[in-house]
């Protein structure tokens, strides 16, 4: 007897052992945020502005973002140089804008942008994951939410078949919006930014309408890799 109860657990810890090895693994984000060194990304960016008397002002240009190198940071820890380029359009060359710093730890991504730390994105990466962008600055708390995790995102025809969305804000009323999200697709990083900031017209006319008085929207989209 004690003999089949050993056989019958072993059968039972072999059966579980290879159930869970047949499960996809927790994804850690890496592919998702810098794929890779010498990587550049090319994106369209269109920025408006809206004003209270009525007109709006729209600008257009390209960016292009390339993971330059790696170092160890001041606390030993391997981090990556983003260097980010602009120009108007094709046919002007690109000029440098900005440098930014980026590193992958066990848990989480973290970015600096203009000096301000950033946590990008949090792992293991699962649907409703959350957590505070702003813990590692001092903007106070800024709830970010991983959304359709390995989903498609299309982009102008292109198609992402592997993408995750971050949303950071989305807050949506009769007289404003303030929404911000970003992308990511395994293999290249960000595809799509969206910031925007606007109030809507709340007089008896027009509320409930949509009609923009005034406030900004930016929107970046993949274009193509150099």
Known sequence: MKIILVLFS????????????NLPPPQDGGKFFYPKIGQSVVYDVEETEYELTGKFTLKTYQLKEVNVSTFNDLDGKKAMRIERYRRENDAQKWTIDSIFTAKKEVDKVLKIEN????????FPMKEGLKWNGNAYNSFGNDSYEMKKVNQLFQINGQKFSNSVTVVQQNDSTLVD?????????EGIGLIYQEKINVSYCNSADCLGKGKIDFGTKHILKFKNNE
Do not use: G, P, Q, W
Request: charged content about 25%.
């Open 115 to 122: 000096n301000v730390t950033y946590i990008k994105m949090s």
């Open 10 to 21: 072993l059968f039972l810890l072999f059966a579980c052992d290879n159930i869970n090895s």
């Open 177 to 185: 919006l303030k929404r911000r999200r970003e992308v990511y697709s």
